[in-house]
Each structure stands twice: as C-alpha cells, then as structure tokens.
C-alpha cells in the first residue's frame, strides 16, 4: 500500500495494484486497522459474480450448459438461468442465476459429458476440479453455520484455486482468488453469509432505480 502511494506515476501505481491487489487508504494511518477482519469480502460478488462467472464463461464449454438450460425441468420456485446462456442477448447474468449455474446446470452438464463416452484423464480432472467449486459455493451459500462447514469451504476453496495452474498453466490468478479464502474467516465471526451479504442492498438499489425521479436527484418526496 505504501509502494503505491509513493510511486511516481498512474502506470506504477497501475503495475502494483495489478501484482498486490493493494491501493492506499488513510485508513492505513489507523495502528489498529486490519482489512483482512475489519473489511467483509462480500460471497455474492466475489463467489458467484467472480469466481463462478469466470469459471463458468473462460474455462468450460458453454454449448453443453445451454443444452442442459434448454432440456432439464426445474420447479417453478427455481431461480433458472437464460436459456441463451452465454450469448449476447442473455444480457447481465444476476447472482442468483450464476448461483443455479454451479449449483445445478454445470455439473449435470458435465456428468452428462463423461456418461456419453469413455472420458480421458483429463475430462475426469476438470470435473472433479469444478466440482471442488460447486462444494464451496453449497458451504458458502448454507442457511447455517458451523465451524467444521467453514472448514470444508475453506478445504474446498483451496482444492480449487491451488489446482487452477495445474489443469490450466495459461491461466492467471485474480484477486477475487485470494479473497475467497477470507470469506472462511467471515463465516466463522458471522455466521451465515444469508445474514451479511448484499442481496437485500443491491435488491434495494434496484428499487430505487425504478422510483420515478424525471432525472432530478434529491427533489423526491417521501
């Protein structure tokens, strides 16, 4: 954080965040200030939006999803995902749908893979590895909490960002990769992230969006 505000120009400053992931924050003045306690990694963008997003869109074949969105029925209550998956006209995949992805489209998309023929070493790699994915999401995403759930999220967690670079050598880590890892510490201090995460704020903004304001913020009477 230091390194970042004394760098001498925007493209140093742009070179350590992209290495650290790290910016400077007065904050960092405060002696008792500890980000890694004091600050929640929220699950909903960093798990869902994050990790299964970019798991689900860079590193698995999207054709076989979108035949297994199109096919399988699914109860009404159901959070379903857009039929074109993955197509420019599916437009904003909301949390709750990338949330059905892992939890339910991608791996009966890939059992259904490895049903279809004799599967090499490699196809067994990939869906034991997203199914390390699939188990944190179900721990992270549990209605309750305890200390040995957190655990397993965090085994599950490590499984699957410390065989990232095996299965694909190209592939670059994101920060959203490590931050997934403190969410343990957070289900430990607070317990369900049902109880902390930011659905029930960004359903509210959506509100909000929707109130009519004929583009003159802060006139609305409530």
């Known amino acids: 954080a230091e390194q970042w505000r004394d760098a001498p120009s ?7 965040f992209k290495e650290h ?16 306690r004091q600050l929640v990694v929220d699950a909903m963008h960093c798990i869902l939006e994050g990790l299964v997003a970019h798991h689900t869109r860079r590193l698995l074949v999207l054709e076989r999803i979108r035949e297994v969105i199109r096919d399988i029925s699914i ?11 993955g197509g420019a006209s599916a437009g904003s995949i909301k949390a709750d749908e990338w949330r059905s992805l892992i939890m339910v489209y991608v791996p009966i998309a890939l059992i259904s893979v ?5 599967p090499d070493s490699d196809t067994v790699a ?21 200390l040995e759930r957190a655990s397993a999220y965090r ?6 960002v410390g065989n990232l670079k095996s299965l694909y050598p190209s592939f670059s880590l994101r920060p959203n990769h490590h931050a ?8 430990v201090l607070f317990g369900p992230v049902h109880s902390w995460w930011t659905f029930p704020f960004e359903r509210l903004i959506g509100v909000l969006q929707r109130l009519p304001s004929n583009h003159k913020p802060g006139e609305s009477s409530l």
Do not use: K, Q
């Open 75 to 85: 109860p009404l209550w159901f959070e379903s995902a857009p039929r074109n998956f």
């Open 155 to 160: 085994s599950c967690i490590a499984s699957y």
């Open 21 to 36: 992931g790290v910016r400077w924050s007065e904050l960092w003045r405060l002696p008792y200030w500890d980000p890694a």
């Open 126 to 146: 990939v869906l034991d590895h997203t199914m390390s994915l699939v188990s944190a999401v179900y721990l992270a995403c549990a209605r309750t909490m305890t």
């Open 10 to 16: 925007t493209a140093e400053r742009e070179r350590l």
């Open 114 to 118: 490895l049903g279809a023929h004799n």
């Open 180 to 187: 997934s890892f403190h969410i343990f510490d957070y289900l």
